[in-house]
């Protein structure tokens, strides 16, 4: 069924009885060609990229719960490609002109909404690093505005201009930047992944993999064992307990971060803002919340849910930077976990195991690659060639000292 | 989270900074045949299974001693501080 105006009001006169449910609940059969471990927007993408544009037929994405229950659901919405790093920068940049033609390429309302980001700095050395930043960003063909502190003033006039410790000199604004409806994305992938025949096998957890001889023959799961020539695995949060399946370990801690949405308010934040000072976003929804979150909790964890602490971290940003907040309640707030790498980097890559690939390591960006992510997973699977925006996002880095460190951290997760 | 600190009971998580994998402690031999192995192994590499996890912490805002916390990472339950001293002393 394709979406249109015209389907919506023919609808609209016949009583809405011709929707019908947007994807299959099928069985697994029991062999496949490809195998995408994980129905979240990654794992939906890779499926819908393999049928469509690497034209790959016996494809099934299997889930442990439902689609669009993890971390796909509960980001913050954003997409930007903001990076320094040539080696991140040009597959953001290739993740945000997919984003931009989305709609038209699922034929679903994801909501893609342009609205602009800015990085505010506040300190000279911050501008200096925005302006290298920016021109990096041009370099990699995206776009970038180095706005003074006029310029931020005239988009966001009611931000804390004169804070005595860090006040506002400016920002980095990507004008392409914005948010995307995050739970439409992996609904858009699963209905056109399933309408190009792809199963959608949900309530089915992979338990272990069958691997004889270093070559990954199928996968074990709570609904029988499911043979497949190839096996790709997109599963952040729980890279490190799948790819143990494998005998694997990796360059990964799991760790949550928080997000929080308050009460609906009329209009105020036209785009996204991230503050400079303390680790603080946000956004509005259309619904009138605003969406921000912050830093990650900083240690372990597996739970889903975070500490107070970093609430009040969070708060505090907030309040700092645009003090009118103060007064708007909370209305939710929730955790999600993420796969913090080694050095901030994802992982798009094959393993020792033959028919064995691994796409994680997305550390608290993995909403904004969602697109790019899929295809260039999808792309190695069908071809066994690495994108070229992807062909840095190797394992093997950590080990040839070839780290990709946006922030120059180190080894060190809950830092970067 | 509270952490029962051994030497100065219970205390805010919020008081200390945290590391990560207690086999921090295990720094492999430089002088060893293999050690370009097993620095990587050490460095980068974690078994990040879910339930129980010996960590690092540092009490930053105390009395700046190393702890090695026993924490399960679903519950955020604390089971068992050390002193990390006192580990890695034992091991040596």
Known sequence: ?416 | MKINHPLLGPRDASEFVYLGDANLINRPNAKSETAAQEFYDYQYLRTNNPGEHKELWFHEQGDRSWLVVTRNTLTHEIKNVELARNIARARS
């Open chain 1, 1 to 416: 069924m394709r979406y249109s105006g015209l389907k919506i009001l023919k609808e609209a006169f016949s009583g809405h009885k011709g929707w019908a449910p947007v994807w299959r609940n099928p069985e697994p059969k029991s062999n496949y060609d490809f195998i995408i471990i994980g129905g979240g927007g990654h794992g939906l993408a890779t499926a819908y990229y393999l049928a469509s544009t690497f034209k790959k037929a016996q494809i099934a994405v299997l889930e442990k719960g439902w689609i669009g229950g993890g971390n796909v659901g509960r980001n913050t919405t954003i997409i930007r490609s903001n990076y320094l790093m040539h080696e991140n920068e040009g597959f953001y940049e290739f993740a945000l002109q997919l984003w931009e033609k989305q709609e038209r390429d699922l034929n679903y309302n994801t909501m893609v909404s342009q609205r602009g980001i800015i990085n505010l700095y506040h300190t000279d050395a911050q501008r200096d690093a925005f302006a290298r930043r920016g021109n990096s960003m041009i370099l990699n063909g995206a776009d970038a505005v180095l706005l003074d502190a006029e310029g931020v003033k005239s988009k966001y006039p009611f931000l804390n201009f004169d804070n005595a410790r860090f006040p506002i000199r400016g920002g980095l604004w990507q004008p392409r930047g914005g948010t995307v409806r995050h739970d439409a994305v992996a609904w858009g992938y699963a209905r056109a992944a399933d309408l190009r025949g792809v199963d959608i096998i949900q309530n089915c957890e992979v338990t272990g993999f069958d691997i004889k001889n270093g070559k990954c023959l199928g996968v074990q799961t709570t609904k029988g064992s499911i043979k497949a020539k190839k096996v790709g695995v997109s599963v952040a949060g729980s890279s490190s307990r799948v790819m143990a399946m494998a005998g694997m370990r990796l360059p990964i801690e799991t760790h949550v971060l928080q997000a929080f949405v308050s009460e609906g308010l009329k209009p105020v934040i036209p785009g996204v803002l991230t503050y400079g000072a303390g680790h603080f976003y946000v956004s509005q929804s259309d619904k009138g919340g605003l969406v921000f979150g912050g830093d990650i909790d900083g240690y372990n964890s597996y739970a889903q849910r975070g500490n107070l602490p970093v609430v009040e971290d969070v708060a505090e940003g907030g309040v700092s930077l645009m003090p009118m907040i103060g007064k708007a309640r909370l209305l939710r707030m929730w955790g999600g976990l993420i796969d913090m790498s080694m050095d901030g980097s994802p992982i798009i890559d094959k393993t020792q195991i033959d028919g064995l690939y691994f796409n994680g390591g997305w550390c608290y960006g993995g909403f904004k690659a969602t697109p790019a992510a899929g295809y260039c997973f999808a792309q190695l699977l069908a071809t066994d060639r690495p994108h070229e925006t992807a062909k840095h996002f190797r394992f093997d880095r950590f080990e040839r000292g070839r780290m990709i460190d946006e922030k120059g951290q180190g080894a060190q997760p809950n830092l970067h």
